[in-house]
């Protein structure tokens, strides 16, 4: 089991500035000491970039082993750093928080009603099955939960009924789970793949054992 503490210049909202897969980890200009946490925990190489000349990836991105999904406006000194390291699929138009509209793991992926229309080409990209699916009235599905190969950590605003689509779909257990001292907005507050976790450093210990339980790591 691997898991880590930390935060991005005392931000606990890690999942907000980077992204990661069981591929790679996308990363801003972090200190060295975080990135190492990264590394041992997450056992994966790291990039460091923006997105649109920002810091803020973990909104911006989203995706699989097999790729990461990106905003148009990715510029393209970007584009080709990030490609040197990973399969890139572009969506166009204005749904620019890509992370807050996917939610992805190597067995599925669960993608909000607004970019329903590029359901086949994701699908074809990230080389599995998708479900079109808003929890409740929330269209931000990538934000309220955080999946690897083997769990799935959820949000309260995802209902029961939401939950067995999200195993259905992602092919894994789900439960519920909050982060940072009660947030429900699990992908801003954590960076998991399969093989490990790292979470804010405000998370408590009752919320580290139930993010541990829901992603497996047992």
């Not at 200190?31 to 970039?49: A, F, M, P, S």
């Not at 209902?159 to 992908?187: H, P, Q, W």
């Amino acid at each position: 089991m691997n898991i880590g503490q930390a935060n991005f210049s005392g931000d606990p909202n890690i999942g907000l500035y980077a992204v990661a897969t069981d591929s790679i980890c996308l990363i801003p200009n972090i200190k060295k000491w975080v990135e190492d946490i990264l590394v041992e925990n997450l056992q994966v190489k790291t990039l460091r970039t923006t997105i649109a000349n920002t810091n803020v990836l973990g909104i911006f991105c989203a995706g699989n082993s097999n790729g990461l999904i990106l905003p148009e406006f990715v510029s393209k000194k970007e584009l080709s750093s990030i490609k040197k390291q990973s399969e890139v699929m572009i969506i166009k138009g204005s749904y620019n928080a890509i992370g807050n509209l996917i939610l992805a793991n190597d067995n599925g992926c669960i993608i909000s009603d607004k970019i329903k229309k590029y359901k086949d080409e994701i699908s074809d990209f990230l080389k599995v099955k998708v479900a079109v699916k808003n929890f409740g009235e929330l269209d931000i599905v990538g934000s309220l939960a955080v999946a690897n190969k083997k769990g799935c950590a959820l949000s309260k605003f995802v209902d029961k009924k939401d939950l067995e689509i999200i195993e259905t779909a992602l092919r894994v257990k789900a439960d519920y789970s909050t982060i940072n001292f009660g947030s429900s907005f699990l992908r801003s507050g954590m960076l998991a793949n399969s093989n490990g976790v790292v979470i804010g450093d405000q998370t408590t210990g009752p919320e580290m054992q139930n993010i541990i339980e829901c992603l497996r790591f047992f």
